[in-house]
């Protein structure tokens, strides 16, 4: 099975601040990587697919970025809407996998 | 609009049984690979099960295999994941999702695209 590893696993951020999390898969997975925003008590949300593209409707301040086996979610200025939990997800093999989560939340 | 919605969650004692159900709309069933994807309380997401579009194709983490059914029902535009076997570890909120097939040119990339509000299951005596 494929591991996949998040970092940090929490981070205080302020509005408009960028904020980056990293995900890394235990082999290459390509381009196969999802990344979702989750809210407390809500199901998650796909905000980028095939690591860099961004899911119809998702605004442009998310970008994801990377290849093979390391990945960047990146928000370019952080919106108060923004603080949530963050799961990339590789879709390259079965059992599909979820990194363990970056909770972002107010400084 | 498309959406699901799960149901069928409860309580249940360990060793019991439960089948939750996922009521599709808004989108031609048939066409589309489905999800399951569970979150025991406090916890990050496990992916359970997949079954392709046409039924025939079934994958399950090794954590339900045996105990775990996927099934669709397509005339009822309806998922089901039949558990038998129930144990605590089972306790969480289960979600059905879509699986889209991303074209990126040169690849389908999946991702699950469309998620229901979740229904829990709670095994405890």
């Known amino acids: 099975d494929i591991q996949m590893t998040q970092s940090p696993s929490s981070l205080s951020a302020s509005v408009g601040d960028r904020v980056t999390i990293t995900c890394r898969a235990s082999?290459?997975?390509?381009?196969?990587l999802n990344w979702y925003q989750q809210k407390p008590g809500k199901a998650p949300k796909l905000l980028i697919y095939?690591?860099?593209s961004l899911q119809s409707g998702v605004p442009s301040r998310f970008s994801g970025s990377g290849s093979g086996a390391f990945f960047t979610l990146t928000i370019s200025s952080l919106q108060p809407e923004d603080f949530a939990t963050y799961y990339c997800?590789?879709?390259?093999?079965?059992?599909?996998?979820f990194g363990p989560g970056t909770k972002v939340d107010v400084k | 609009e498309v959406h699901l919605l799960e149901s069928g969650g409860g309580l249940v004692q360990p060793g019991g049984s439960l089948r939750l159900s996922c009521a599709a709309s808004?989108?031609?069933?048939?066409?589309?690979?489905m999800s399951w994807v569970r979150q025991a309380p406090g916890k990050g997401l496990e992916w359970v099960s997949d079954?392709?579009?046409?039924?025939?194709?079934?994958y399950y983490a090794d954590s339900v295999k045996g105990r775990f059914t996927i099934s669709r029902e397509d005339s009822k535009n309806t998922l089901y994941l039949q558990m038998n076997s129930l144990g605590a570890e089972d306790t969480a909120v289960y979600y059905c999702?879509?699986?889209?097939?991303?074209?990126?040119?040169?690849?389908?990339?999946?991702?699950?695209?469309?998620w229901g509000q979740g229904t829990t299951v709670t095994v405890s005596s």
């Open positions: 999702a879509k699986r889209e097939p991303f074209w990126s040119g040169h690849a389908f990339y999946y991702g699950l695209d469309v």
């Open positions: 808004g989108f031609i069933f048939t066409n589309y690979a």
């Open positions: 079954i392709s579009a046409s039924g025939d194709t079934t």
């Open positions: 082999q290459t997975i390509y381009s196969y």
């Open positions: 095939a690591a860099s």
């Open positions: 997800q590789q879709s390259y093999s079965t059992p599909l996998t």
